[in-house]
């Protein structure tokens, strides 16, 4: 198993950065991709951005693609997503994931860490 615990949300105005930071613990040898997910209120949980462990490669999705950027320390076990030009929809709790080799259709998920961007 793996723990993940995010770190780094807050108030911030439009226009602002924030960096979120999640640290894993437990089986990271086994780690197969770490990411961010978010969800605002009333609405679904949706995908922000990936990260594959191995090679470093990302994918995002299309609402960040320009402002957002994940970034991973493994020697660390830290997953970051570093956050630009904040706009009042990227409110929301933002939850850290990170998949496993052994059976990559199974989520680890942190607690949550909220983002509020104020207009």
């Known amino acids: 198993q793996v723990q993940l615990v995010e770190s780094g949300g807050g108030l911030v105005q439009a226009g602002g950065s924030l960096r979120l930071s999640c640290a894993a613990s437990g089986r990271t040898f086994s780690i197969y991709s770490m990411g961010w997910f978010r969800q605002a209120p009333g609405k679904g949980r949706e995908f922000v951005a990936t990260i594959m462990w191995s090679d470093g490669s990302t994918n995002y999705a299309d609402s960040v693609k320009g402002r957002f950027t994940i970034s991973r320390d493994n020697a660390k076990n830290t997953v970051y997503l570093q956050m630009n030009s904040l706009k009042p929809e990227d409110t929301a709790v933002y939850y850290c994931?990170?998949?496993?080799?052994?059976?990559?259709?199974?989520?680890?998920w942190g607690r949550g860490t909220q983002v509020t961007v104020s207009s």
């Open positions: 994931n990170a998949k496993l080799r052994r059976n990559t259709a199974f989520d680890y």
